[in-house]
Nanobody, 123 residues
Framework: VQLQACGGGVVQAGGSLRLSCAASGLTFSRVVMTWFRQAPGKERAFVAA????????MYANSVKGRFTISRDNAKNTVYLQMNSLRPEDTAIYYC?????????????????WGQGTLVTVSS
């Protein structure tokens, strides 16, 4: 299994970024793809998840209405569109995969991880 995340960068508050996570080696009919983030000095936190089979999505309250998770079946890629970014969104963002079909918000439940991509939002 490989998860390849990219798309991070530096953006001003109010701006937008789109993260991508290309996945391979998974049985996609059973996959839940999730984005977590870890800010300096803080624990890894759930951001958003999408169940590949039916497109069901879930978001952390802190990003609802600003972030959108989506998938491209043909490219086996999940995206995180981040709008109206705030300085508190600054973190390393990680994509993760779970093959149990349950949408879980605890990072402990995920066995597959991509490398992180850094998002920095300046005020």
């Amino acid at each position: 299994v490989q998860l390849q995340a990219c798309g991070g960068g530096v953006v001003q508050a109010g701006g937008s970024l789109r993260l991508s996570c290309a996945a391979s080696g998974l049985t996609f009919s059973r996959v839940v793809m999730t984005w977590f983030r870890q800010a300096p000095g803080k624990e890894r936190a759930f951001v958003a998840a999408i169940r590949w089979s039916d497109g069901f999505t879930m978001y952390a309250n802190s990003v609802k209405g600003r972030f959108t998770i989506s998938r491209d079946n043909a490219k086996n890629t999940v995206y995180l569109q981040m709008n109206s970014l705030r300085p508190e969104d600054t973190a390393i963002y990680y994509c993760a995969a779970d093959v149990s079909m349950g949408v879980r918000t605890s990072s402990d439940m995920y066995g597959y991880w991509g490398q992180g991509t850094l998002v920095t939002v300046s005020s």
